[in-house]
């Protein structure tokens, strides 16, 4: 039978407090990672619905404008295809779409703008007023998903919390640039 003395029990003790502390700031850390990580692609989520609820109008504004010009079959095509991209695009893929959608946008504006009748039709400016807030929805929530991916991106660029993410073989997340969007917003006036 072995006896072990006070200091070897206390030693003991000690080493497995340490090792069960070590095993809870991991458990801790990750669960914060997966927290970011799920907040992430909840508010990516949320701006792929609002830039198809985006591309939805513009069809609906294609079918109002068409009337009074000339629009090409292709200019169709192209919004279902980014309607069909958004759903599964990764953030670089929506800031493509972003850019694609928001040009398509103005180069619609500039129609209705170009012809008076249009200009006061209560559907092109319904449809008008729905892009607004639709806008102001991607932009809150672009905000929001740069700021966790800022946060989850810090947890891996800092002590000691990049352990655990190289551990688990974590990538930062890449943000939403929508840069066009800062520098031009499309002007919805009449």
């Not at 206390?10 to 070590?22: E, G, K």
């Not at 792929?48 to 090409?72: H, N």
């Not at 980014?82 to 800031?95: D, E, F, H, I």
């Not at 607004?132 to 991916?149: C, D, F, H, L, S």
């Amino acid at each position: 039978m072995i006896v072990l003395d006070t200091i070897t029990i206390i030693v003991l003790v000690i080493i497995a407090v340490v090792l069960i502390a070590l095993v809870l700031w991991f458990v801790g850390i990750y669960n914060s990672f997966y927290k970011y990580r799920n907040a992430a692609e909840a508010t990516l989520g949320q701006i792929r619905v609002a830039m198809k609820k985006r591309l939805d109008m513009i069809e609906q504004l294609l079918g109002a404008v068409k009337s009074y010009a000339k629009f090409e079959k292709e200019t169709l095509t192209r919004v279902t295809e980014m309607r069909a991209s958004v759903l599964k695009g990764t953030p670089g893929q929506l800031n493509t779409i972003e850019r694609e959608s928001r040009a398509l946008l103005g180069t619609l504006i500039a129609t209705a703008e170009a012809y008076p009748d249009l200009k006061t039709s209560q559907t092109v400016t319904s449809l008008m007023d729905s892009v607004k807030g639709v806008e102001e929805e991607i932009g809150r929530q672009r905000y929001t998903y740069n700021n966790i991916a800022q946060q989850f991106n810090t947890m891996l660029d800092t002590i000691p919390s990049n352990f655990v993410g190289r551990i688990m073989g974590l990538l930062r997340l890449e943000y939403l640039q929508f840069e066009e969007a800062i520098a031009t917003p499309p002007k919805i006036e009449f």
